[in-house]
């Protein structure tokens, strides 16, 4: 028996029942950003293995349960799960990357409050960034989002994890859990757009964004988008993939759906993780209890091996960038 998997279990069932207290209490924080509690401080490093299925099993469910109805902008539920990132951000030894050196980047949708949460592991040669991130929200009303996307939230938060074990990297990863995905890319549009002071845009070498990994079971493949001709990326997954035979790979092609635009339009170069849904998309029926956890938990680490082999690459990815840009053949 190993005891770290009960540990991680116990972890995240009392983290569920703390931010379901939270949403009945209404979550309140000042301008809408979701503040952290002032005890989360011990490290969570080390409760497990980053892609351990229960632990992703468990975060997607609190993420996609019933009492956040969703996680849409400007929610309860919403600021629960920005609250719950933060928390898990935190105990991880996450460097707050947000405003005012906290974790979050506020910004408004037509008035209503919204935020980004941001944190980032330094890396040991100032300069180069490679991001990694996943959209917080989803539609609300009923509309839970279990893999839109709160298969990718679990995805980040356990690439997180992965890095912190792994040491310091050569380049800085920057985790970003994006809001207002759904109303039109708007919290990565706002990002590349004003980037933080932590987070200079044109440093930035690499976007790894994980949307929807918990579907592979539809049609028995995860694609890897943005991955084409020239770029480092592609050479690293291919490599990379041969160690994960339990995932059919598609590696290339173009998407102007998910988190990467406004980034690829800047010139920097993505990997989307998606897999296809086409029965459950933006429906009542996208729940927890239909999650592919076996091949999530798998996409999450091949996603979080891409992250350290870019991270740790010894090839000069600004140079990569400068001469490539996004989506060179």
Request: contains cysteine.
């Amino acid at each position: 028996m190993k005891p770290a998997r009960p540990l991680v279990r116990l972890v995240v069932m009392a983290t569920r029942a703390r931010w379901l207290l939270l949403v009945a209490a209404g979550c309140g924080s000042a301008a809408g950003a979701p503040a952290a509690p002032a005890d989360a401080t011990a490290s969570c490093v080390d409760d497990g293995k980053p892609y351990d299925r229960a632990a992703m099993r468990d975060r997607i469910a609190l993420l996609a349960s019933r009492e956040l109805d969703g996680r849409a902008p400007g929610s309860a539920g919403s600021r629960a799960a920005h609250a719950f990132v933060i928390d898990r951000f935190r105990c991880l030894g996450l460097v707050p990357g947000g405003d005012a050196g906290g974790f979050t980047q506020a910004f408004a949708i037509d008035g209503t409050p919204a935020a980004n949460v941001i944190g980032y592991v330094a890396g040991s040669e100032p300069g180069d960034i490679v991001v990694v991130g996943a959209h917080l929200d989803h539609l609300g009303g009923g509309k839970l989002g279990a893999n839109d996307n709160a298969s990718g939230v679990a995805g980040v938060l356990a690439i997180a994890q992965a890095v912190r074990q792994h040491g310091q990297p050569r380049r800085t990863i920057a985790f970003v859990l994006f809001d207002g995905e759904e109303g039109g890319l708007l919290g990565s549009s706002y990002l590349v757009e004003h980037p933080p002071a932590a987070l200079p845009i044109d440093h930035v070498v690499e976007m790894v964004n994980l949307d929807m990994i918990g579907s592979y079971d539809a049609r028995r493949a995860v694609y890897a988008f943005g991955a084409s001709g020239k770029l480092p990326a592609r050479t690293m997954l291919a490599r990379l993939a041969r160690d994960h035979r339990t995932l059919n790979v598609g590696i290339g092609g173009h998407s102007e759906r998910g988190d990467q635009y406004d980034f690829c339009e800047h010139g920097i170069p993505y990997v989307f993780f998606w897999t296809p849904d086409p029965r459950c998309y933006h429906e009542a029926c996208d729940t927890a209890s239909r999650i592919d956890l076996p091949h999530a938990a798998e996409i999450a680490q091949l996603a979080g091996d891409l992250v350290l082999a870019l991270a740790d690459s010894s090839e000069d990815l600004a140079a990569s960038r400068r001469r490539l840009g996004c989506d060179a053949r």
